[in-house]
């Protein structure tokens, strides 16, 4: 079955650095979406990503699809605490019912 | 508040016993999706209901069962609790099938002893 794997599962930064995550699936996905979870709380949609090489910004966070649309990465520039959570992408197999499948997640940390 | 209602919030029972979380989806929603996640693990898919007809299964248990109705809401019924069930149960919705992103609820978190 679909499998969408991310790296790393954890990362501490200090508040100000950078943080990048990256989402890999075994299958070609219609899109990808993107999802933060703050500690104790539940997922949040954050963006959706369809096309090929799409690139996305919002605000601190830039969220790119791979051209294969196999993969996709979410780049946080000069992290602050309110960052601290979970960041999961999800993702439909091309073809096949509407199963939106989860990654592994992301656990970010950080600290002034 | 996401516009997606959960209840009970929290909930203890004792292994081998039957549940019911309920999920009220945000208004217009005709998507409901049922998802599982266990302490630091990710998120499970179960199922998923469309308008009152269930549209993609995942790997929901035989002892799990769900169900959406007429007004939308569901209701995901788990019986012969093992411990092994614990977990946050969150439900989620969306307008349509493929419309973009989901709206999660706050979760059930169910704790079998």
């Known amino acids: 079955g679909q499998q969408v794997m991310q790296i790393p599962q954890y990362q501490h930064v200090q508040e100000g650095e950078d943080f990048t995550t990256y989402c890999n699936s075994s299958?070609?996905?219609?899109?990808i979406q993107w999802y933060k979870q703050r500690p104790g709380g539940h997922p949040v949609f954050l963006i959706q990503l369809v096309k090929s090489g799409e690139v996305k910004k919002q605000k601190r966070l830039t969220f790119q699809f791979g051209e294969a649309k196999k993969n996709s990465s979410l780049h946080i520039t000069a992290t602050q605490t309110t960052d601290v959570g979970t960041y999961f992408c999800a993702g439909i197999n091309t073809g096949t019912a509407s199963k939106l499948t989860f990654g592994t997640g992301t656990r970010l940390q950080v600290t002034l | 508040d996401s516009g997606v209602t959960q209840t009970p919030k929290h909930l203890i029972t004792a292994t081998g016993q039957r549940v019911t979380l309920r999920c009220s989806p945000r208004?217009?929603?005709?998507?409901v999706y049922w998802y599982q996640q266990s302490l630091d693990q990710g998120l499970q898919f179960l199922i998923q209901?469309?308008?009152?007809?269930?549209?993609a299964k995942g790997n929901i248990l035989e002892r799990f069962s769900a169900q959406q109705f007429p007004d939308l809401h569901s209701e995901l019924n788990l019986s012969s609790l093992e411990l092994g069930d614990s977990a946050l149960y969150f439900c989620?919705?969306?307008?349509?099938?493929?419309?973009?992103?989901?709206?999660f609820g706050s979760g059930t978190r169910l704790t079998v002893v």
């Open positions: 209901y469309y308008n009152g007809e269930e549209r």
């Open positions: 989620a919705s969306s307008v349509e099938v493929h419309s973009g992103g989901y709206t």
């Open positions: 208004s217009g929603d005709l998507s």
């Open positions: 299958t070609t996905l219609s899109n």
